[in-house]
């Protein structure tokens, strides 16, 4: 399962009919807040990622709608599998367990000050 949220953008005058439409289709998304300069928040369920971005397309051919673009995503299959991921490597690189590296050949590349 995924879901994912998406922001609306519509002009001020149209934000009411938006999200008529939007609870018009529950099918298609939720409706969850908005603002009054035409912004609105929905999100998106879908089986996979193809079933989401199927859902965005058809938000973004909403009547009034000026763009519709993907936030946030949560997929429960990639999370699972990035989990497994990191679960099966070992936490300690090989080369800090190797009593004959050289101390003074570890590259540490996280005082980004001086490399950019």
Same mark, same amino acid.
């Given at each position: 399962?995924?879901?994912s949220s998406i922001v609306i953008q519509t002009l001020p005058q149209n934000v009411e009919k938006v999200? &008529?439409?939007? *609870?018009?289709?529950?099918e298609i998304c939720e409706y969850h807040?908005?603002?009054p300069k035409g912004k609105?928040?929905?999100t998106v369920e879908g089986k996979?990622?193809?079933? &989401?971005?199927? *859902?965005l397309v058809d938000i973004q051919c909403f009547d009034y709608v000026i763009a519709a673009d993907m936030m946030m995503t949560y997929q429960e299959d990639q999370l699972d599998e990035?989990?497994?991921?990191l679960e099966a490597e070992d936490p300690v690189p090989a080369m800090l367990n190797d009593g004959n590296t050289d101390p003074r050949k570890i590259v540490y590349n996280g005082d980004l000050r001086k490399r950019f």
């Open positions: 399962m995924n879901i999200i &008529e439409i939007i *609870k018009e289709n529950p807040l908005h603002d609105i928040i929905v996979d990622v193809e079933e &989401e971005v199927n *859902k990035e989990v497994r991921k």
